[in-house]
Structures are given as C-alpha cells and as structure tokens.
C-alpha cells in the first residue's frame, strides 16, 4: 500500500484537474511591452500573446488582467481601468498562439503595474500562469482648461460686461 502513495497522488491531481485545463501547463504570456508612460486620463493599449508550447490543444482557459498600485496609499480599483478584464479563450492548438488587445484608461496617477494571468476555467487548484509585469507611470494632468471650460469662464462675464457696457453709453446718448 505504500508503495502506490507516490504513484496516486499525481493520478489523482490529473483526476481532479481533467481536460477541463488541458494544456494550462504548457502555456507562456508575453506582452507588447514593458513600460507605459501616459498622462492621467488617456487611454492607452496593450497587447497580451497567450502561447501553447504544448503537444496537445490547450482549452477552457480564461485571461484576466489585473492591476495594482505599485506605492502604499493609492487606491486602485480595476473596474475603472478596463471594463473587459477577463476574456475566455478558445482552444489554442499545439504551438500555436493568441494575441488579445486590452483597453485601459488612466484613472489614478502614479506608478502601477499591470500583468496578465491565464488560469483554467474549471477552477482547478493550479497557479495561474502570468505574463511579465507592465510598469505604467501616469503623470498628473494639470491644466486651466479643464474639458474646455476656461473660454466659457472667461467669454460669458466679458460679453456680459461688454453687453452692460453698450447699453449705458446707448442710454446716454439718447
């Protein structure tokens, strides 16, 4: 009997996973890129390339992005960056691959970091396979002319004062 101990863990793990995973081990992310720099309120992309190094179709994953503040004190909440964080994906065949684009927009400003994560849709107890870490630097926006709004603030009082202005000396003339 504990001769066969080694032998069913495994069997039993692969029992529990199922083809519901298949080929979630053989699969690598890679990113576009790195490092973003963008301005807080932009949108910006990026492209995630899901690869099934594999021998058999890998199927039944799902792909979610995931983002976090890469400084204490900034609150993130990743519903406000993209509203399709997760995507279930199609079988992968065996060596080939899957280029997703993601939407984001800058909502906070300051240093965060953004990765993808591949995970099997059954839930099995794996770790998630995850992409490189994206570092996006958001810079503080700041400017007088907020959506357009400083040749309103600054138009509407000057023709009101130009329009009170015409119609004393009009008054004085008469």
Do not use: C
């Amino acid at each position: 009997m504990k001769r066969l101990a080694p032998i069913a863990a495994p069997l039993v793990a692969l029992a529990l996973a199922g083809p519901a995973a298949a080929g979630v081990n053989s699969v690598t992310v890679n990113v576009d890129r790195t490092s973003i720099s963008t301005v807080l309120g932009h949108k910006f992309f990026l492209r995630s390339t899901i690869s099934n190094k594999g021998d058999t179709p890998a199927s039944n994953l799902v792909a979610h992005l995931n983002i976090l503040s890469l400084r204490p004190g900034v609150y993130v909440d990743p519903e406000d960056w993209s509203s399709h964080r997760t995507r279930y994906l199609g079988p992968i065949p065996a060596g080939g691959s899957l280029t997703l684009t993601w939407k984001l927009q800058a909502v906070n400003s300051g240093s965060l970091g953004v990765y993808i994560a591949v995970l099997p849709a059954s839930g099995a107890p794996r770790p998630p396979t995850t992409g490189p870490t994206v570092h996006v630097s958001i810079a503080r926006r700041q400017t007088l002319n907020s959506g357009g709004i400083l040749p309103l603030a600054l138009g509407i009082p000057s023709l009101l004062g130009a329009l009170t202005l015409g119609l004393r000396f009009r008054r004085r003339a008469s």
